[in-house]
């Protein structure tokens, strides 16, 4: 099997992932934060430290800001409905997916908000100048992706992130596809809310995401429950991060995306180049197919390559690839349905092949063959 | 180390249930019903089959209605939030854990819905008499726990789930205590809705809980996103169990929670003579000790056993236990707060120890001793 769906999932994770889950399982089952005894104590501290260094790696001001969820979903969730102001406005783009989408469709749905969702200039990039225009005062929130999760189009984030905070403004990026593969800063690049998914750049199990908050405004919890704090009260604490994360945290899925991060720090050039590499050489190749339409720009090395085979259903060319040659990509839609209007492709979907570390050179040319198959079987 | 924590979560995971975490991370990693190539639908297979087991393991009638959740706190969101009824009245206990209080509380707060906390008249047992007099017109759930995390006093679901359904009120269940313990089967005992968490008593990892939907009424998600179905549509889609479930799900922890599930079909009795045994020889030898009082009625054998020496602070014991010798137990509230108002016992907390299938008589006797040391320290 070649799998060329990391996009949705990586595949392969690092052994040390894999040996801090079962640490994690075998050594480490008790409650972190809910009692004070040293099986609690230990767990605690090891997911102290995961956040303490997913606090660095994002450059957020305090561990404790980090909020560990089910997912990015989950995350989303909790950025968009926990700030969710009655009668104020967000900006969004085109370019989002449904996990953006979705939450803030359920707030204007609700007559909370007030949503604008604006169709980017230029397909391979978010700019300030999209956005500017639409704040008005009184919006409150940008939200918009970093890399799209159809064609890796990238978002230039720094100059967003200048034009909230000179606007007051909450700025949620959905980092989903970014964290990992680049450099992100919070702090630097004014990024109020980043939403993050353990499983796919960050290399970690399935099951885990967090919400790294940074700055002052008010969110609310979303969920309700047992905090181990303030036991008495039966109203959710304020107190972060035991406040966003009522019940038990899956804490062996917490310690394997640490691990995740450790990998990444330690290789992040070599991931870089490698991801870059591989994309460049797809989408060269691509390129060289005239029957082939590339909807990722040729500059943009970010790892997601979205191509169709002259206008054939994107499913009907998946299912050869996984039929014939169990080479796994993605068609349809990939969850998001503005971006495919926007790319005139929500009829034909997008075939999405996406490059994690682990690919090699030689997954890639198989893809290139069956694809040349596909084109030969269909067209001679 | 000695932990008797096992209420907070499981220490000893079996064998089986770490293979198959390390067999969804090395072998599975692939988003189920997101694609439709080989590594998606194998891993939905496999998702499919644990769904299939929790809906055979608790008497449901479509597997397709168990939501995986992050934890049982998660569940019971969704279950109390999810079903939340503008000018509706809800009956809930003093007995309760803050994740089903805080919640219900919060929709109170908020205007949405009528709360009646009952106070039950036996300390060890909820009751259909407990609950039926305060059914109003407008009452549409009745939510209780199954086993109190507190002392383990055990609700009589049979009798409340006739009610409910004579009174057509959705019933609501916190299983985080006794599922695994105690068979339950929602459609012979009435029961629309089960929490559940995966990392107690079906001894799978932390980080996976789920609710069981049983019946027919409306619940609507408290979460929006990506679910892999109806992708054009900005609205969450309908189909169960997706509408739920949105972003990725942990497929690994839902490997571990069902071979958790498998080992406790398998060894069920010995489970249930095992915990008992222990909960029986425990009560009976802290009777023998007049300084102690203790809350769990001698005829119940649920496991969870608490206590306090004298007047001492519930704390002050725990840590004797844990600084001397490295006994884990858990003292104040327990994150039940009004069990506590009810039990008097808000100062002091109580010392709770919990039981599982792993624990074994010398940890018990050690205990024992360790409690015979503190009495001497203190009394003598």
Known sequence: MI???NSATTRKKPQKV????????TQLSANPGRSGHVASLKSAIEVGNVREKICNFFGMEKPENVIFTQNCTDALNLAILGTAKKGGHVITTAFE?????RPLTYLQSKGIIELTVVEPKNKNCIT?????PYIKENTYMIATVHISNVDGAETNIDEIGKLCKENNIIYLVDAAQSAGHKL??????NINLLAVAGHKGLLGPQGIGFLCINGNFEILPIRFGGTGTESINLKQPKQLPECFESGTIALPNILGVGAGIDFVLKHQKEINLKIE???KYLINELKKRKIIKIYTDENNLNG???FNISNIDSTIVSEFLNDKYEICVRSGLHCAPLKHKYLQTTEQGIVRAS???FTNEEEIKQLLFAIDDFIKTYYL
Chains 1, 2 share one sequence.
Not at 18 to 25: D, K
Not at 128 to 132: G, Q, R, S
């Open 128 to 132: 300030k100048e999209d956005i500017a």
């Open 304 to 306: 997601v390559v979205g």
């Open 355 to 357: 490059i994690s570390y």
């Open 184 to 189: 992100i800063n919070m702090q630097k690049q």
């Open 3 to 5: 799998y060329l769906d």
């Open 18 to 25: 894999i040996s801090e889950v079962v640490r994690g399982l």
């Open 97 to 101: 997916h449904n996990s953006t989408l």
């Open 277 to 279: 590499k591989l994309t």
